[in-house]
């Protein structure tokens, strides 16, 4: 079936078979690898991307369902040239390390901020509590999207 | 890699739309809402139907409201709506409750009462929920809607009163002016299912309870509830006594599996404790306590 989408504002068309997950599609058809497809299983998170603006496990959505909506990826965060904070905030506070649960982590941090300005840790935990760091990072993440929280986009952050 | 054996697609646009798409394909057919239990399914073939119907347009399903002395909620309306409710919060704490403990915050984004309840996982919290607020489900088929009791929608796990060609259109929740209500859920990790769960929704008046529903999950209690140990609390007061009584009840009547969550008795000794915890905290909220 011909499905059609917009991805990070690009209208993006392939004809695939039903039961393509969102995440080939975007990884394999749109060719965004920024997408990680981790562990199929909706537990990971390391394939969150945001369907009209909220974030989903794109493992456990089918491209059709997808199609007619908007759809942003870890690609979309940069903006004419500049990282997003809570991108610069993972290079400050060294918020990743092997760098596979990073697309999520960033999709998810910047849905929490864009809710939430200024959370505590403890709402910045419950808010990545569906994303898995086997690097066990998670101190680090907690710091970077707190760097984000304090460095909003308004004050030139540098990519 | 998991991947859903071959399907076939089709987008309903109202629920006559998807009441139809049903009826022509009959059993092998199934409704797709938020897709967090049945893509799963599909991905370990336990679940092959051969076309998917999504109903993810039909905003007739969507919404949460009051009408009349009940409140509604739509098939469709995802676990993050009940999260952040404020109609469900200001009469029944025990949603946001059980739904901080449902899943994760993504998954929550996605994953619908409608689907959860039709999936009827014996460790599904809503209908623990719907259990303890003797909540109504309204069913529609071609002939028109019927409702049945929440508890009396479950024929077993995974197994529900919606028939092929039949959709779980809304739940309707009973208000009960200066209930109290609280949930209490043990899982081996964040976001897990339940090793068992307790809710419970009381009212007391002049001092005793005058209603009392409780809710137990994951325990094999029948229809998620305990009606022996409901029936002794109503017209008592609300003393620990009263309530561990009640409480060790509901663990009796409880028939839980040992299986990788823990052994038998450790699963009744949780329904025991839970439900105690749950009461105890539903009474003390209960306005007249």
Request: hydrophobic content about 40%.
């Amino acid at each position: 079936m011909e499905i059609s989408m917009k991805i990070n504002g690009a209208e993006v068309t392939h004809d695939v078979e039903p039961r393509t997950l969102l995440v080939h599609f975007v990884r394999e058809n749109a060719g965004l690898r920024g997408t990680h497809w981790g562990c199929d299983t909706s537990n990971c998170g390391a394939c969150v991307l945001w369907v009209d603006g909220t974030p989903t496990k794109s493992c456990t959505m089918l491209a059709a369902s997808a199609a007619g909506h908007d759809i942003t990826t870890v690609e979309g965060l940069e903006k004419d040239g500049k990282l997003d904070p809570i991108q610069q905030g993972f290079i400050e506070c060294h918020g990743l390390q092997c760098g596979f649960c990073t697309p999520g982590m960033l999709m998810t941090g910047r849905w929490i901020l864009d809710n939430n300005p200024k959370p505590s840790e403890e709402e910045i935990r419950e808010g990545i509590s569906g994303q898995l760091c086997r690097c066990t990072g998670y101190k680090n993440i907690v710091d970077s999207i707190h760097w984000a929280a304090d460095h909003p986009a308004e004050n030139e952050v540098s990519a | 890699m998991q991947t859903p054996a071959p399907v076939d697609y089709v987008r309903a646009t109202s629920v006559a739309d998807a009441l139809s798409l049903l009826q022509q394909h009959g059993d092998e057919a199934r409704l797709l809402a938020g897709g967090h239990s049945l893509l799963p399914m599909m991905k370990l073939r336990l679940a092959r139907p051969e076309i998917l119907v999504d109903i993810n347009d039909l905003d007739e399903l969507r919404g949460i409201r009051i009408d009349g002395n009940e409140i509604v909620v739509g098939a469709m309306v995802t676990h993050a709506e009940i999260l952040n409710s404020p109609i469900l919060f200001e009469h029944y704490p025990i949603f946001r409750e059980a739904e901080k403990v449902i899943a994760d915050p993504i998954v929550r984004n996605k994953g619908t009462m409608g689907g959860s309840m039709c999936q009827a996982d014996p460790a599904e919290d809503l209908s623990a929920v719907g259990a303890a607020l003797r909540g109504t489900v309204v069913i529609q088929n071609a002939e028109g809607r019927r409702t049945v009791a929440m508890r009396e929608f479950h024929e077993g796990p995974y197994e529900t009163k919606v028939a092929d060609g039949e959709i779980l259109v809304e739940v309707r929740y009973p208000i009960l002016p200066g209930s109290g209500s609280a949930y209490e859920k043990v899982e081996r990790r964040s976001g897990d299912w339940a090793v068992c769960a307790a809710g419970a929704c009381v009212t007391i008046s002049g001092g005793v309870f005058s209603s009392v529903g409780i809710g137990i999950g994951a325990v094999n209690a029948e229809h998620f509830t305990a009606v022996d140990a409901e029936a002794f609390l109503v017209g008592k007061e609300p003393t620990a006594e009263n309530i561990a009584t009640a409480a060790q009840m509901a663990a009796d009547s409880c028939d839980p599996s040992a299986d990788q969550r823990g052994p038998a008795d450790y699963k009744k000794h949780l329904a025991m404790e839970l439900t105690k915890r749950a009461l105890t905290r539903a009474a003390a909220a209960a306005k007249g306590a």
